[in-house]
């Protein structure tokens, strides 16, 4: 990684404070007559952050190989994490200084599901980036009952009612269904499980309460935890029969040949939140300038990772197969990354919206993505008790923070970054989006109800149902 002498860092750090200074020579207003102050010197400059080998990674790539993060005075590194857990661990105890995190680890934390700590994210990473891929084997027998296009090749979305054959057939032999997902509170596990009962398979519940955290209680199919990288090595082992996980290790199956993805999660649910960037609150209270900064520079790699209609993909592509951030090969992450996505292989399909990483404000921290993954909680045990609906209110605006994405957003605009027309309407932000029915199975999602939405399933936690 870049090594910055301390002289180097002084002057970029006055050059930058000189620029912002000038910048602000006339107030900012945003729909409001109030004029911003001048951000202050981060107040902490050396700063390491953790990551896990997947594409959606990138706007931290694109931000230190970008010079973003530099030009707000920030000296970072960037350290590849071995899985979910010890990444949650090393912000805890400080050894990282924030981290991509999956959405569901900074509230499964703040409520003390597996490890108790106060994590907040004030900037989400992106859009979509998922997907469920099941052994050739599996596949040859979902396949035939599949409906066809006129070209044969099958109608997607692709929905789970199909596995269902499969999965009742091996119930039948005595042999259970085994699928890998990457963490308890991950947006894989999340997706897996709402996919498959959506097509009336039992997922499981947990039941933490009970000492239970396997996940599998009434379970038609068996999930378990697998970390990303070694996905495809376990389904070609015959360990597991399918998985959800990020790219690029679903288009790894079908380069080896030893699997098919048949959905994406944006065909789940359309344009869902997937990682975010999660610091501890001690450390955004401590080091506030500091965490404005990080969030600025996130923001403009995010805005390049988009820019002219994904225009500069490849190049990002490029820093992405490097081995210190994904490490695959260039054509592997660049199948998805790009636009498209392989299904069967020689399936390639148009998916523009695959990877999103600022459009749609992909990178507002809005507290109706924190409250859908808090019924999800909810919904498959891991939270055991019924809540309230402002108890769902309450822990996502503990946790979600777009106060602070919106100073940095401001920066960006005074600094002319960024256009006022990128973000949402701040004046007017209330952090729920309107309710989003664009899901597989057709049910409409309100944040801002989340107890009258579980009720929706027939599969599921809801009301006031224990385990």
Same mark, same amino acid.
């Given at each position: 990684m870049k090594s910055i002498n301390p002289s180097r860092r002084s002057f970029i750090r006055k050059t930058l404070r000189t620029l912002i200074s000038a910048s602000f020579a006339g107030a900012l207003t945003l729909g409001s007559s109030t004029a911003m102050a001048e951000l202050g010197d981060p107040e902490k400059e050396d700063l390491k952050f953790g990551f896990i080998k997947l594409t959606d990674m990138a706007p931290l790539a694109i931000a230190y190989e970008k010079g973003y993060f530099e030009d707000e005075g920030l000296y970072v590194t960037l350290e590849a994490q071995a899985n979910w857990k010890v990444l949650l661990d090393r912000v805890i105890d400080g050894q990282l200084d924030g981290a991509h995190m999956l959405a569901g680890q900074p509230l499964a934390a703040t409520i003390g599901f597996g490890t108790k700590a106060h994590i907040v994210t004030p900037f989400s990473m992106d859009l979509n980036g998922n997907g469920i891929t099941v052994s050739n084997e599996v596949w040859a027998e979902m396949k035939p009952h599949l409906p066809k296009q006129a070209d044969g090749k099958p109608v997607h979305p692709i929905k789970a009612e199909y596995l269902k054959l499969v999965v009742d057939k091996y119930k039948d032999e005595g042999k259970p269904f085994k699928m890998g997902m990457v963490f308890p509170v991950s947006t894989h596990n999340y997706e897996l499980r709402y996919w498959l009962a959506s097509g009336d398979i039992h997922p499981g519940y947990y039941a933490p309460h009970k000492g239970d955290i396997a996940g599998t209680i009434d379970a038609d199919a068996l999930l378990s935890v697998t970390p990303p990288p070694q996905m495809p090595a376990t389904l070609e082992a015959g360990t597991i029969y399918g998985y959800c996980?990020?790219?690029?290790?679903?288009?790894?199956?079908?380069?080896?040949?030893?699997? &098919?993805?048949?959905? !994406?999660?944006?065909?789940?649910? @359309?344009?869902?939140?997937?990682? &975010?960037?999660?610091? !501890?609150?001690?450390?955004?209270? @401590?080091?506030?300038?500091?965490t404005i900064r990080v969030v600025k520079a996130m923001i403009r790699a995010a805005k390049w990772l988009d820019a002219d209609n994904n225009a500069n993909r490849p190049q990002a592509v490029k820093y992405l197969s490097q081995s210190n951030y994904v490490g695959a090969d260039y054509d592997v992450i660049a199948n998805s990354m790009t636009g498209t996505f392989e299904y069967e292989k020689g399936d390639k399909r148009e998916v523009p919206d695959f990877n999103v990483f600022f459009r749609y404000n992909a990178t507002y921290p809005y507290y109706s993505d924190a409250v859908w993954y808090l019924t999800q909680m909810r919904r498959w045990g891991q939270i055991a008790e019924p809540k309230e609906d402002s108890w769902f209110d309450k822990v996502a605006k503990s946790v979600y923070k777009p106060e602070?994405?919106?100073?940095?957003?401001?920066?960006?605009?005074?600094?002319?970054?960024?256009?006022?027309?990128e973000f949402p309407d701040f004046d007017k932000e209330t952090g729920y989006k309107p309710p989003q029915p664009d899901f597989i199975d057709n049910i409409t999602y309100d944040g801002s109800k989340p107890n009258e939405y579980l009720s929706k399933f027939k599969i599921g936690l809801k009301g006031a149902d224990k385990l």
């Amino acid at each position: 990684m870049k090594s910055i002498n301390p002289s180097r860092r002084s002057f970029i750090r006055k050059t930058l404070r000189t620029l912002i200074s000038a910048s602000f020579a006339g107030a900012l207003t945003l729909g409001s007559s109030t004029a911003m102050a001048e951000l202050g010197d981060p107040e902490k400059e050396d700063l390491k952050f953790g990551f896990i080998k997947l594409t959606d990674m990138a706007p931290l790539a694109i931000a230190y190989e970008k010079g973003y993060f530099e030009d707000e005075g920030l000296y970072v590194t960037l350290e590849a994490q071995a899985n979910w857990k010890v990444l949650l661990d090393r912000v805890i105890d400080g050894q990282l200084d924030g981290a991509h995190m999956l959405a569901g680890q900074p509230l499964a934390a703040t409520i003390g599901f597996g490890t108790k700590a106060h994590i907040v994210t004030p900037f989400s990473m992106d859009l979509n980036g998922n997907g469920i891929t099941v052994s050739n084997e599996v596949w040859a027998e979902m396949k035939p009952h599949l409906p066809k296009q006129a070209d044969g090749k099958p109608v997607h979305p692709i929905k789970a009612e199909y596995l269902k054959l499969v999965v009742d057939k091996y119930k039948d032999e005595g042999k259970p269904f085994k699928m890998g997902m990457v963490f308890p509170v991950s947006t894989h596990n999340y997706e897996l499980r709402y996919w498959l009962a959506s097509g009336d398979i039992h997922p499981g519940y947990y039941a933490p309460h009970k000492g239970d955290i396997a996940g599998t209680i009434d379970a038609d199919a068996l999930l378990s935890v697998t970390p990303p990288p070694q996905m495809p090595a376990t389904l070609e082992a015959g360990t597991i029969y399918g998985y959800c996980v990020g790219e690029p290790w679903n288009q790894q199956a079908v380069f080896k040949g030893i699997g &098919v993805p048949v959905i !994406t999660d944006y065909e789940i649910w @359309k344009d869902n939140p997937e990682k &975010v960037f999660g610091m !501890t609150k001690e450390f955004t209270e @401590k080091n506030p300038n500091t965490t404005i900064r990080v969030v600025k520079a996130m923001i403009r790699a995010a805005k390049w990772l988009d820019a002219d209609n994904n225009a500069n993909r490849p190049q990002a592509v490029k820093y992405l197969s490097q081995s210190n951030y994904v490490g695959a090969d260039y054509d592997v992450i660049a199948n998805s990354m790009t636009g498209t996505f392989e299904y069967e292989k020689g399936d390639k399909r148009e998916v523009p919206d695959f990877n999103v990483f600022f459009r749609y404000n992909a990178t507002y921290p809005y507290y109706s993505d924190a409250v859908w993954y808090l019924t999800q909680m909810r919904r498959w045990g891991q939270i055991a008790e019924p809540k309230e609906d402002s108890w769902f209110d309450k822990v996502a605006k503990s946790v979600y923070k777009p106060e602070i994405y919106k100073k940095a957003a401001l920066e960006l605009i005074a600094e002319g970054h960024a256009t006022a027309d990128e973000f949402p309407d701040f004046d007017k932000e209330t952090g729920y989006k309107p309710p989003q029915p664009d899901f597989i199975d057709n049910i409409t999602y309100d944040g801002s109800k989340p107890n009258e939405y579980l009720s929706k399933f027939k599969i599921g936690l809801k009301g006031a149902d224990k385990l």
